[in-house]
């Protein structure tokens, strides 16, 4: 029987990885299929994959698969032909690959059987995730975008949404994915007849909500092929005109990439034009906010001046005030009924007035 999960310290994993010279690509890949023996599928793959020396993060699932990997250069091809002769539905998958980045991000292979690869809520097993709606390009999608009828949904975090987004797009504000599906069908039903695109960051939230759309009685619905990663790509390869306003928010020290040079957000501190997402420098807060430059010196880049007196106190203390706190509302809080969040629509009316 091989070995099927790793069993050396994460440290000495690290320090093997750091220790290698043959430079690493970094890829990400999802695909919604049918998968009839989960365990099994895992198995198998991650044979292949350790073998080449694969590293990250697998999920597998009834509803398909989702990886965000690292490969040594030399391996790719190899890889690449792996995971393609892995199912029929796999063949030919897009795989993406970042581009600035050292590959350093993983130093195991960790593959794990899931009842989902993107929570859902959902439990009707009537619900197939692969029946969805038409992929568009970015050409199609400016095409379509500009007809009247159409209406163009973001189903990402309402703190994505707010730093950047599709022209007319509107938004689903919800704190979660699963509170986003049913929110969605909700508002879209007076639109039942209407073209509806959705898109997302990378794809794999969009298309489950396309499938969800369909699998509600919606007849025309479309995503944005590859999200808004892919457009973007595609839109500056082809000298398209870019249709999606201000940043990118991406997971990683930059927080966002730029797309247009737009700032349609605001300081959620002053109201100042700002789209600097930034995490409070409290440790027992987090909270991730947008901060501009002034108010970043003024509260040294804490959401608050009672987050900016804790952090000058003596760790010790620090510590001590958050064992006694719980959970709310001071840790790392992603909710959009934040009270710094609440700002948000005042700062919208107090800079159309200005
Ligand atoms: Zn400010
Ligand atoms: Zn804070």
Same mark, same amino acid.
């Given at each position: 029987?091989?070995?099927? #999960? ?11 990885? !750091? ?75 897009? !795989? ?180 600097? #997402? ?73 800079? !159309?007035?200005?």
């Amino acid at each position: 029987m091989p070995v099927l #999960h790793n069993r050396i310290s994460n440290e000495e994993l690290k320090r093997r990885m !750091l220790e290698e010279t043959e430079p690493r690509r970094t890829v990400s890949f999802y695909k919604y299929f049918r998968i009839e023996d989960p365990k099994t599928f895992r198995d198998q793959l991650y044979i292949r994959f350790d073998a080449l020396k694969v590293f990250g993060r697998v999920y597998i699932a009834h509803e398909g698969i989702n990886g965000q990997i690292s490969v040594p250069e030399g391996h790719f091809d190899a890889f690449r032909e792996a995971l393609y002769s892995a199912a029929p539905e796999l063949n030919g998958i897009r !795989l993406n690959i970042a581009v600035d980045d050292d590959g350093k991000s993983f130093w195991v292979l960790r593959m794990k059987v899931r009842p989902k690869i993107v929570a859902d809520g959902i439990d009707d097993p009537s619900f197939d995730a692969s029946r969805m709606g038409i992929h568009l390009k970015a050409e199609e999608f400016n095409e379509l975008a500009e007809q009247p009828d159409t209406v163009i949904v973001d189903m990402r975090n309402h703190y994505e949404y707010e730093v950047g987004h599709f022209e007319r797009a509107i938004e689903v504000p919800s704190d979660t994915f699963r509170d986003q599906l049913p929110m969605a069908a909700s508002m879209l039903e007076p639109h039942k007849d209407k073209k509806i695109i959705m898109y997302c960051t990378g794809g794999i939230r969009c298309e489950k909500a396309s499938a969800y759309l369909l699998h509600k009685g919606f007849k025309n619905v479309f995503q944005l092929e590859g999200g808004i990663i892919e457009y973007t790509r595609r839109a500056r390869e082809k000298g398209l005109p870019l249709k999606f306003r201000g940043k990118n928010f991406v997971f990683d020290e930059r927080m966002g990439e730029r797309i247009t040079d737009d700032v349609i957000a605001q300081c959620h501190q002053c109201g100042a034009p700002c789209d600097t #997402h930034t995490n409070c420098k409290n440790d027992g807060c987090h909270l991730l906010f947008i901060q501009c430059p002034a108010c970043a010196e003024k509260y040294e880049g804490c959401c608050s001046s009672e987050c900016q007196e804790e952090r000058q106190l003596p760790k010790e203390l620090q510590r001590i005030r958050r064992a006694g706190r719980g959970n709310e509302p001071m840790i790392f809080n992603k909710s959009k009924d934040h009270p710094l969040r609440k700002h948000r629509d005042e700062w919208k009316k107090f800079n !159309l007035h200005r």
